[in-house]
């Protein structure tokens, strides 16, 4: 992590813009506080990766709270393609200020060179691959660059990719559980009964026709309020999606966590259709 800081510090020495590319589905979860105290003046372009697992009408609340907040924001789906054209211009437009200083020192303005930060799969490969297509070409290593970044060259654009970074420590339970229900942490590391609990809390209030549509189970909804009180309601959830799918031990006793594991893997891979797992900050949807 230590290492990982100091390369970006470094980096940002050489940029013009950062390009931040965050999970769709939680935008600020997904987003390293890290970078925020690092960027300093820079500017910044936040890419909502994944649109198309993410709940649509989640996203666009979210593209509010950014706009209000004058955050340039681009929404993009790697895997089609849509929104990828956006981000040249968005770059463009958070380059302008500086560029213009530079034109007014009498300064040619070049490529805008541009670092692209995202934490563990995010989706950032995925963006870059979409975004350089064939016409990208490696340009090698810059002065002051840690000598295994390359750059990218893309027209007017010059892309520096980056490693995916986690901060050290998630103090946040709710932090923690949905980065693993999305895949930028393994689930493994975590509690899979407490997982599942909270996975099952969060569809039973948001999406429970959702569950409903591939398990064939109703769901009540519950609030998530620990592990201890949750999992009585989550236990019978997944009672009964084990008696759909047939998942049984010996003795024919409940596969609870296969069924845990069924439901988290499903829902990683958007068999339940798009979800989002953060709505904007309530200060924001009561104005």
């Known amino acids: 992590m ?15 813009v950062v390009l931040e590319i965050v999970d769709a589905r939680l935008p600020l979860a997904s987003s390293n506080p890290m970078l925020e105290e690092l960027i300093a003046n820079k500017s910044k372009v936040m890419v909502l990766s994944r649109d198309d697992l993410a709940d649509p009408v989640m996203t666009a609340q979210w593209l509010d709270y950014f706009r209000n907040r004058k955050q340039s924001v681009v929404v993009v789906n790697a895997r089609t393609g849509n929104g990828i054209r956006d981000i040249v211009p968005a770059l463009e437009r958070a380059a302008a200020e500086k560029r213009a200083r530079e034109a007014g020192r009498g300064l ?10 995202g934490i563990p799969n995010v989706g950032k490969s995925s963006v870059i691959n979409r975004l350089a297509g064939r016409a990208a070409t490696k340009i090698g290593d810059r002065p002051g660059i840690t000598k295994n970044q390359q750059w990218i060259r893309l027209g007017g654009v010059d892309l520096l990719d980056t490693p995916g970074v986690l901060w050290p420590k998630i103090e946040d339970e709710r932090t ?3 980065l693993a229900v999305t895949g930028a942490i393994k689930p493994e590391i975590l509690d899979m009964q407490a997982l599942a609990a909270y996975l099952l809390s969060w569809l039973s209030r948001h999406y429970k026709d959702s569950v409903k549509e591939r398990y064939g189970v109703d769901v009540d909804p519950f609030d998530w309020d620990g592990i201890e009180n949750a999992w009585a309601h989550a236990e019978r959830i997944l009672e009964a ?14 596969d609870l966590e296969r069924g845990a594991e069924l439901i988290i893997r499903e829902t990683q891979t ?14 924001h949807l009561s104005r």
Request: charged share 30%.
């Open 241 to 254: 999606i084990c008696s759909q799918r047939g998942l049984r031990r010996s003795g024919g006793v409940f």
């Open 176 to 178: 923690g559980f949905i």
């Open 108 to 117: 040619k303005p070049g490529s805008i060179r541009t670092m692209v930060v």
């Open 2 to 16: 230590a290492k990982a800081r100091r390369e970006m510090s470094t980096a940002l020495r050489a940029v013009d």
């Open 270 to 283: 958007g068999k339940l259709g798009r979800l989002s797992f953060e709505a904007p900050p309530e200060e």
